[in-house]
């Protein structure tokens, strides 16, 4: 195993940069025995993860406009209707590089998003939006928004 420590702190702890670098090095070397195995396990797991938040981070920001799209139709704006698109397409973006994340585009992760989402929308309009999610998953990706 090749010497992890920088100062008192395992390398994974006191330079993440280096490490990963270090862990590419030896894999393309195989010289796996010298691998960080237990942090190499954690990262590659938080790769799917972080795959999966951007996606639903989409899917809450859409939800948040769709809200205030509906429930403020008289201030409407380009700037909502042109979140709205590039949320939509950043989901497609990511299901092209990751097509195993569709499992996350349901009526249930929507509900899952719709919390968080329907904050965000009250903390800039002060509107009381309804408690239960009034979108499913093909209203939030598929809908379209015009201005009036």
């Keep these: 195993m090749i010497n992890m420590e920088k100062s008192s702190k395992p390398l994974y702890e006191s330079d993440f940069s280096l ?16 691998l960080d195995i237990e942090n190499l396990v954690e990262e590659v797991r938080d790769l799917s993860k972080r795959e ?19 429930y403020q139709p008289q201030r ?24 195993s994340l569709k499992r996350y585009l349901t009526d249930e992760w929507v509900m ?21 999610c009034p979108y499913g998953i093909a209203t939030a990706l598929e809908r379209p928004i015009e201005l009036g």
Excluded: C
Aim: glycine content about 2%; proline content about 2%.
């Design 19 to 34: 490490w990963a670098e270090t862990m590419a090095d030896l894999l393309d070397q195989g010289r796996f025995t010298d």
């Design 52 to 70: 999966r938040d951007r996606l639903l981070s989409s899917l809450r920001l859409i939800v948040h406009h769709l809200l205030k799209w509906d």
């Design 76 to 99: 409407g704006s380009r700037s909502w209707q042109l979140t709205i698109q590039r949320e939509r397409n950043n989901i497609r973006f990511y299901l092209k590089d990751s097509p």
């Design 112 to 132: 899952e998003v719709y919390d968080n989402a329907r904050l965000d929308a009250l903390k800039e309009t002060n509107l009381d939006f309804p408690k239960d």
